[in-house]
């Protein structure tokens, strides 16, 4: 069993800037891809950003040059730094990661909430 564990996130002014980070735990075999979701109320959740193993990333358009995503394997954490943000990235943000023991599971942290105000 996986366990993700977020920080970051809060209040922030448009044009602001926020970091995020998520930290697994437990029995951890391989971690394959790890990244984020987000879900903005009455909304489906979304892909943020994802990075595999060996660095390669994958952004939303509506965040290419705003958001950084990046990981630390030996830590088995992945970072979001969030700058220029917008009112519309207003959303609770979900960190997953891609496991693999045997077979892929993909397990999600908690949520938190990033709230940019205009």
């Known amino acids: 069993q996986v366990q993700l564990v977020e920080s970051g996130g809060g209040l922030v002014q448009t044009g602001g800037s926020l970091g995020l980070s998520c930290a697994a735990s437990?029995?951890?075999?391989?971690?394959?891809?790890m990244g984020w979701y987000r879900q903005a109320p009455g909304k489906q959740r979304e892909l943020v950003a994802h990075?595999?193993?060996?660095?390669?990333?994958n952004y939303a358009d509506s965040v290419k040059g705003r958001f950084t995503i990046s990981r630390d394997n030996a830590k088995n954490t992945v970072y979001l730094q969030m700058n220029s943000l917008k009112p519309e990235d207003t959303a609770v943000y979900y960190c997953y990661v891609r496991h693999y023991s045997g077979a892929y599971v993909d397990y999600w942290g908690q949520g938190t909430q990033v709230t940019v105000s205009s």
């Open positions: 990075i595999t193993t060996g660095g390669r990333t």
């Open positions: 437990g029995i951890i075999f391989r971690i394959d891809r």
